[in-house]
């Protein structure tokens, strides 16, 4: 990272970079209490937090506005909407919490959502009469560029790879 | 819905999160002129906000009221938190935070148009 900084032509970037190199090397000191306790929602997790956070939004909010407004139509798919936003929810909350409880909730909740997401997705290609709107596991969440198939494995990978590390 | 702001919006958002995402890629943080184009694209949205309410004002109606008003919430909320989550941390990862908060903001646009007429 350092050596990509310096075809830079501005003076900037030495002072820039001197102190970042200064905080790589506290953090080690303190490592690995420290580096244990940016855990989930650090680097990439980051990332992670922010999409399942939008999921659990949007998932949530859209399955209340669809059983308010026209439960009647698709029961099964509005009630599996907001199961799946449920599940989103507590997946964020556990993916902040870096302590083991929340490592455990955030597996579970990831765990969760893989089997639903295999199992709505595939019975709603094989009868497409149980879901007469879509949820959000229909067809593996095309609906939402599959990444509801996608987060739950990027999720549980992260959880390994952290708990490794 | 004012057309002309959503297809603003919808313009500066896919720019920024162009941007934000070259920056993440080449592991640059975020700088000044990023943050003043989230404000752009901000701004513009809190004049979608101002029109939708005089357009109903008016008389006119969305043809799904209630999914429309929670998306015009969302679209006003969405960058605000996605800066401060991206800002929370120096790091590639966080930098995306903006560019995804910016590419949802486009979508809830896209969304907007769809519940109001």
């Known amino acids: 990272m350092a050596t990509e ?19 790589a090397a506290t953090d080690r000191d303190q490592a690995p209490a420290a580096t244990r306790a940016r855990g989930l929602a650090s680097g990439p997790g980051r990332l992670l937090v922010a999409v399942y956070a939008v999921f659990a939004l949007a998932a949530t909010a859209r399955a209340a506005v669809q059983m308010i407004t026209k439960f009647d139509e698709a029961p099964v798919a509005y009630l599996l909407s907001a199961f799946a936003g449920v599940v989103y929810i507590v997946a964020t909350v556990g993916l902040t919490r870096s302590s083991a409880g929340g490592r455990r909730v955030a597996g579970v909740a990831c765990a969760v959502e893989l089997t639903g997401v295999l199992t709505v997705g595939t019975l709603s290609l094989v009868d497409r009469g149980l879901f007469p709107d879509e949820a959000v596991w229909s067809a593996y969440g095309q609906g939402y560029f599959f990444l509801p198939a996608a987060l739950p494995i990027l999720g549980l990978w992260w959880l390994r790879h952290t708990a490794r590390s | 819905m004012v057309r002309v702001i959503a297809v603003a919006v919808a313009v500066v958002t896919l720019v920024l999160a162009a941007w934000v995402f070259f920056l993440a890629w080449r592991n640059r943080p975020i700088g000044r002129a990023v943050l003043a184009a989230a404000g752009v694209a901000e701004a513009l949205l809190l004049a979608q906000v101002v029109g939708a309410i005089v357009l109903v004002a008016q008389g006119e109606r969305a043809a799904e009221p209630l999914t429309f008003t929670l998306y015009l919430v969302a679209s006003l909320v969405a960058l605000p938190i996605g800066a401060w989550w991206a800002l929370g941390e120096r790091s590639r990862s966080a930098t995306a935070v903006l560019g995804v908060a910016a590419l949802v903001v486009a979508i809830l646009v896209e969304r907007l148009a769809q519940t109001w007429s």
């Open chain 1, 5 to 23: 900084t310096a075809p830079t032509t501005e003076a900037t970037p030495a002072t820039e970079t001197a102190p970042a190199t200064d905080q």
